[in-house]
């Protein structure tokens, strides 16, 4: 009375059976609006890599915004911080006393007719002693950026104390070989600027140190504007005693308030 149903599979082979093969897969070298798969090939003049969407600017990274340097504010915090720890003024000429009056006993004790000995012994000290002095400086300036207090141990016995004077002689003789092509000297001195402080703040090796104090300084900025600014506070220093003796602080200061400045923090007010 009833016509058998037919099972699943049955269903499924006429199914099968039913469907053209042209609605199921394009033929080859046809063109639809759709590829295989339901890619949709893009239109032209399609702005895409190999024909994908190029992502939306939201999307984008953004670059790292350049480090704010301003030059009057660089100015007065470091004339301010000059005054407010005067150590870092006295540090240049208590140091200069402690080397002469190591030089008049020396001169007492070999005599002054022997002057050979005397200057194969003073020109080593005379250069140990710029070196003192000036890793001195920078550990002051590099305290008070901090918000520490300056003694007197502190600039005798600086942080990380082999490597930064390594840095600062390796410095030194780069810009001396460079000196000898036209911007050479300058041109070293602007990337190696803060390389004794990051050696002194960050505890790296003289190498590593130059290597990060290129890559701060290649950010620009306004610090090559703060850099040329540093010459002539020190040239107006020269024009008296006291001048020198607030001017080479204030450079020292500057120079570590670009380092705050362009490693992304800010020193202290």
């Known amino acids: 009375m009833f016509a058998p149903v037919p099972n699943r599979g049955e269903h499924a082979s006429m199914s099968r059976k039913k469907t053209p093969v042209s609605e199921s ?7 639809s609006g759709t590829g295989h798969y339901g890619y949709m090939p893009p239109a032209p003049g399609f702005d895409g890599a190999y024909g994908y969407q190029q992502p939306p600017v939201s999307m984008v990274p953004a670059q790292p915004p350049v480090p704010r340097i301003e030059v009057g504010d660089a100015l007065k915090w470091a004339w301010a911080k000059t005054f407010a720890n005067p150590l870092i003024i006295a540090w240049f000429p208590l140091s200069l006393l402690a080397v002469a009056l190591v030089v008049s006993g020396l001169v007492s004790v070999v005599g002054e007719d022997n002057g050979a000995l005397i200057a194969a012994i003073g020109i080593p000290m005379a250069l140990l002693w710029g070196l003192v002095v000036v890793l001195g400086l920078y550990t002051a300036a590099l305290r008070i950026a901090r918000g520490e207090k300056v003694t ?17 002689v ?8 460079a000196s000898l092509f036209p911007l050479g000297g300058l041109v070293v001195g602007y990337f190696c600027w803060v390389a004794v402080v990051v050696v ?18 290649r950010q620009g900025g306004n610090a090559p504007l703060l850099a040329l600014t540093i010459i002539p506070v020190y040239f107006g220093g020269l ?20 380092y705050m400045r362009m490693s992304g923090g800010d020193v202290a007010r």
């Open 25 to 31: 897969l394009e033929a080859p070298g046809a063109s």
């Open 239 to 258: 024009l008296t005693v006291i001048g020198l003796l607030v001017a080479i602080p204030m450079i020292f200061l500057m120079t570590v308030y670009v």
């Open 152 to 168: 007197f141990r502190s600039l005798v016995v600086p942080p990380h104390g082999f490597d930064a004077a390594a840095a600062l």
């Open 200 to 217: 002194m703040n960050e505890g790296c090796s003289c190498f590593k140190a130059i290597g990060r104090s290129y890559r701060l300084m």
């Open 170 to 177: 390796l410095v030194g003789l780069a810009g001396f070989i």
